[in-house]
Structure formats: structure tokens, C-alpha cells
């Protein structure tokens, strides 16, 4: 269940993206181990109940994945939403964003949580090279 105040107390990444066309805002932390995966997750929403829906997903879903797996789920959804293409079968309940794709105006804060713990996640990698020099 998503908790829209939810925090990491020592996130090794954060970020926050906004979307232009509704003006919904995602913050996220993550907490990655070694091997680049999603140990934990944590959103701060403000976002409608498309954006809030779609960070639920993420957050249910993205412990245990890569950066590269987050991506290609983006894509795949992205792709659904924007191009016709099947619905990405890689998460449950994906297939429900079907309903918004005839309202592009929707689509930026589907993919919101997305943007967020991909940027969240680069932070986490920046951080960890600035640590090593």
C-alpha cells in the first residue's frame, strides 16, 4: 500500500520528478545493494489518482529489480500507453493503465514513479563513485 509521506532514513539515492502537463510530483529514495538492486523503496506523492496508482505498482514491485529491469518495464508501459502496443504482462496490474490511453495528458504521471527511482537509482550509482575516489 502506497503512504504518500513514506521516507528511507538513509536512502543511497533521491530524487524528485515533476510532470509538466498535470503537475504531479514524485519523490523517491531507494536503498541499493551491491549488485545494483532495489533493497527498498520509499515515494513521497503528489499526484492524482493515475500517478498515485502507478507509484503503488513501483513500490510493490520494484524491490529485488535492476535499474535495467525498472526501464524496460517503463518502456514496455510507455509503449502501451503511447504507441498501442500489448500491455506489459512484466507487473500486475499494468494492464489497468489501459484506460488512460486515450488521454495523453495522463500518460506523464503514469510514468512519474518511474522517472523518479530511475533518477533516484543514478543518484544512488553518482554517489557510490564520488565515495570510491
Known amino acids: 500500500m502506497l503512504r504518500l509521506d513514506d521516507r528511507i532514513t538513509a536512502p543511497n539515492g533521491s530524487a524528485e520528478r515533476r510532470s509538466a502537463t498535470c503537475g504531479s510530483k514524485i519523490e523517491a529514495d531507494v536503498t541499493i545493494d551491491s549488485a545494483g538492486k532495489i533493497i527498498a523503496i520509499a515515494f ?14 513501483v513500490q510493490q514491485e520494484a524491490p529485488g529489480q535492476s535499474r535495467d529491469n525498472i526501464a524496460a518495464v517503463r518502456s514496455a508501459l510507455a509503449a502501451y500507453l503511447k504507441d498501442g502496443a500489448d500491455a506489459p504482462d512484466a507487473w500486475p496490474g499494468l494492464e489497468e493503465f489501459g ?3 486515450d488521454f495523453p495528458a495522463r500518460h506523464a504521471a503514469i510514468l512519474l514513479p518511474y522517472d523518479a527511482v530511475l533518477a533516484a537509482i ?8 564520488q565515495a570510491a575516489i
Open 44 to 57: 513521497r506523492a503528489k499526484a492524482c489518482a493515475l500517478g498515485q496508482a502507478s507509484a503503488a505498482i
Open 99 to 101: 484506460v488512460a490511453r
Open 122 to 129: 543514478d543518484a544512488a550509482s553518482t554517489a557510490e563513485k
